[in-house]
């Protein structure tokens, strides 16, 4: 079969499509914050929601299918690409890094800051510590685009060795 067989092409498709849907629903997440800090109140409230739900239910779900279909395109690759390679390795230690990243701070701080932003927008103006909560969203959120930036690296770094496979 090999690498120039059909199956290798299908899950090489697959892929790649998990890669875009994964990464690119993770990258915009920084756009959309920043959007929902902008426009404030509700409505920036429903911005955070909305990138949190697509982020939860259809990138991460892409992002956890990369590897799997990494996995079986060395086995179809018939020897043409093995576990031992540089660039599949660093490519797979880059790879659990970003998903420590994800779902040990970028998930969670997600999760915190739109549950900050539902309580700014349930409490009346100067009632219940808003001023702490402001604080506390606007340091989640300089946290949250610093990790956000961290992946982004990570994912540009793994790009980079799947394209000119070092050591290959």
């Known amino acids: 079969m090999g690498v ?3 199956l290798y092409n299908l899950v090489l498709l697959l892929h790649i499509l998990a890669v875009v849907v994964a990464f690119g629903g993770f990258i915009t997440n920084a756009p959309y914050a920043r959007l929902a800090r902008q426009r404030g109140g ?4 429903a911005i955070g929601e909305a990138s949190a739900s697509v982020t939860e239910r259809v ?16 086995v ?3 020897g043409a ?17 970003a998903a420590v990243i994800l779902r040990a701070m970028l998930i969670p701080g997600q999760r915190r800051a739109n549950r900050l932003a539902a309580e700014r927008v349930a409490a009346p103006a100067g009632v219940g510590g808003g001023g702490s909560r402001v604080g506390e969203l606007e340091r989640l959120g300089q946290r949250l685009a610093a990790l956000g ?16 496979k070092p050591g290959a």
């Open 59 to 74: 990138a991460q779900s892409s992002f956890y299918a990369v590897p799997v279909l990494g996995i079986l395109l060395v």
């Open 76 to 78: 179809l690759s018939d």
């Open 4 to 6: 120039s067989g059909g």
């Open 42 to 45: 509700a409505e920036g409230l």
């Open 81 to 97: 690409f093995g576990f031992d390679e540089l660039w599949i390795s660093l490519s797979f230690l880059l790879y659990i890094i």
């Open 149 to 164: 930036g961290v992946f982004n690296l990570l994912f540009v770094a793994i790009l980079a060795l799947m394209i000119w």
